[in-house]
């Protein structure tokens, strides 16, 4: 048996047998009004989607210990919060790409949560995220539920998130060129993906509630209750053990040297990364001081300009522009706006970088861009490039 019970309030609650079979649910205002269980029944209290996404990361390491340590400086620029108030935890990580998908939910948030449903009695064993438990077909790469006006989205490989269904376009402009299988919970949004472009989108009946999911297909999900939420009792002791066996065993020094090397090379990867996106906002916003968290003060900035058509316009442009440069080396060097048009000048590392840039622009079929001009010089190519909303 194991009980399911969202948070916050209102929670809707499951009770699922150990053959993943729903043998009751319910909702209710109040966690105090949730039907105790025996205390063997675990209890998983499920987060929303929005508040406990997936991020995509690129990273080189070795090890996971050192893989977690430089995690904190790589998201940093994928999220508007301080990173030090958010609980990450590792979801998928392939050693040979360097590819690294974590999941980000607030310690607040999630310290809330927890301590309302045992306050009401309930002992809480693991904390998933909602999107975790939506089934995976074996011969797809993505499912996609539709929820009020909204899309829940699962990968095996690429975590979970959610989407307004405005944005259905703008993401499918990131998978169009490998075109993967998708499964999709509602006939319509099939119909919208083949209309897209999309060739391998079939309908799956999943339904978009947890007692529906688990009727197709029971999953533990993603369990977050790790590192300083992990529940008491559940770490090895063998880790109280580490720091005196290390200290033992042979090479301990020339080991700890190498660690040390790798962390270095992986906060440099994160803070070219950091600087990348610090000259965009310089750029975007002359004569600004430099931001401690460059992206969320762009991303405030730009939410100050949405009061006009023009400065709309240029939130949009700079928004597709910037999501297509970063963490490809390319570096943003001028931006002009001006009659609904947005030019750029760029420094990369070939001319090839720059035509890769044009075709991820255009692939999204909603911008019109021109190569005004390009060049060689010092052994670096430099371009002006310009995009504005194509007709």
Not at 223 to 239: C, I, K, M, N, Y
Request: hydrophobic share 45%; aromatic share 6%; with cysteine.
């Amino acid at each position: 048996m194991n009980l399911f019970v969202s948070v916050p309030a209102p929670h809707r609650w499951v009770l699922v047998t150990t053959d993943g079979q729903v043998q009751d649910q319910g909702e209710c205002a109040h966690a105090a009004q949730i039907p105790l269980p025996e205390p063997s029944v675990p209890v998983t209290a499920v987060v929303p989607t929005a508040q406990a996404p997936s991020y995509q990361l690129k990273l080189a390491a070795r090890s996971r210990k050192k893989l977690m340590q430089a995690l904190a400086y790589a998201l940093e620029e994928q999220v508007a919060e301080d990173v030090g108030e958010l609980h990450v935890t590792l979801t998928t990580w392939d050693r040979a790409t360097g590819q690294v998908t974590v999941t980000a939910c607030r310690k607040d948030l999630l310290s809330k949560w927890i301590s309302t449903l045992e306050d009401a009695g309930l002992v809480v064993s693991r904390v998933v995220p909602e999107w975790s438990l939506i089934p995976l077909h074996t011969d797809t790469r993505w499912t996609l539920v539709v929820r009020d006006q909204e899309l829940l989205l699962h990968s095996p490989t690429e975590g979970g998130f959610l989407l307004g269904m405005d944005m259905l376009e703008t993401w499918w402009s990131t998978q169009r060129e490998a075109d993967p299988p998708v499964a999709v919970s509602d006939r319509a949004l099939v119909d919208r993906l083949l209309a897209l472009g999309a060739t391998h989108a079939h309908h799956w009946g999943t339904g978009n509630q947890l007692p529906d999911w688990i009727a197709v297909q029971a999953r533990e999900g993603l369990d977050l209750r790790q590192g300083e939420f992990a529940v008491a009792g559940t770490r090895s002791p063998w880790h109280r053990l580490w720091p005196a066996a290390a200290a033992l065993a042979g090479g301990a020094i020339l080991l700890l040297a190498v660690q040390a090397a790798e962390y270095w090379h992986l906060r440099q990867q994160a803070v070219q990364q950091r600087a990348q996106v610090q000259q965009i906002y310089q750029q975007a916003f002359p004569g600004a001081r430099p931001a401690r968290h460059p992206r969320a003060e762009y991303e405030r900035r730009l939410a100050a300009l949405q009061g006009n058509a023009s400065a709309g316009e240029f939130l949009y442009l700079l928004q597709q522009l910037t999501s297509a440069v970063l963490g490809t080396g390319l570096q943003v060097q001028d931006l002009r706006f001006s009659d609904g048009r947005l030019t750029t000048a760029l420094n990369a590392p070939d001319f090839e970088s720059i035509e890769h840039l044009k075709q991820i622009l255009e692939a999204r079929g909603t911008l019109a861009i021109q190569l005004l001009s390009s060049g060689a010089r010092d052994g670096k190519t430099t371009a002006r490039i310009s995009l504005e909303r194509s007709a």
